[in-house]
């Protein structure tokens, strides 16, 4: 699908690939995704969990700017997976107002059992494209995102 806008050759162009982007993306997001309903995760639930399973013990506020989340709706998203005690979450001692969240021994077992297949089902959707090709995919989408960071809300862009 192209645009139909009738702007000039750089609004039709950026837009065509926008709409391409976009459309791409989703697709990809959930052909991936698609088996996170059976471990009762949403998306960003996965991502929460993965991202602390892999990087460790994070603040709220870095991991809400990891994912590209508000704040408001990290902290939803996390009271949801502490009920599960998929994650614990900590006040600093020596600042009250940082809140660590870490992914707990039952968090770890989950994404350690899942993590395989959602990895399988991650190369299989990019398998289309050549090895060059999922390279040059990744410079390109990292160059357009960094290039946002001045656009984005401060708490984000200062985290990348």
Do not use: W
Request: charged content about 25%; proline content about 3%.
């Amino acid at each position: 699908m192209t645009t139909k806008y009738q702007g000039t050759p750089e609004d039709v162009r950026a837009l065509d690939a926008y709409i391409k982007l976009s459309r791409a993306a989703e697709s990809v997001f959930d052909r991936i995704n698609a088996r996170l309903p059976e471990y009762d995760l949403t998306t960003t639930q996965f991502a929460a969990l993965e991202a602390l399973y892999h990087l460790g013990t994070l603040s709220q506020v870095v991991l809400a700017a990891k994912l590209l989340k508000s704040t408001g709706n990290i902290t939803t998203v996390l009271q949801n997976l502490e009920k599960r005690g998929l994650i614990e979450r900590e006040r600093r001692p020596d600042d009250q107002r940082v809140v660590q969240v870490s992914i707990s021994e039952r968090g770890r077992a989950l994404i350690s059992a899942m993590f395989p297949a959602h990895v399988a089902r991650v190369v299989e959707a990019f398998a289309v494209l050549t090895a060059e090709e999922q390279a040059t995919l990744a410079r390109l989408c990292r160059k357009l995102g960094t290039a946002q960071a001045a656009h984005r809300e401060p708490a984000r862009a200062e985290i990348d």
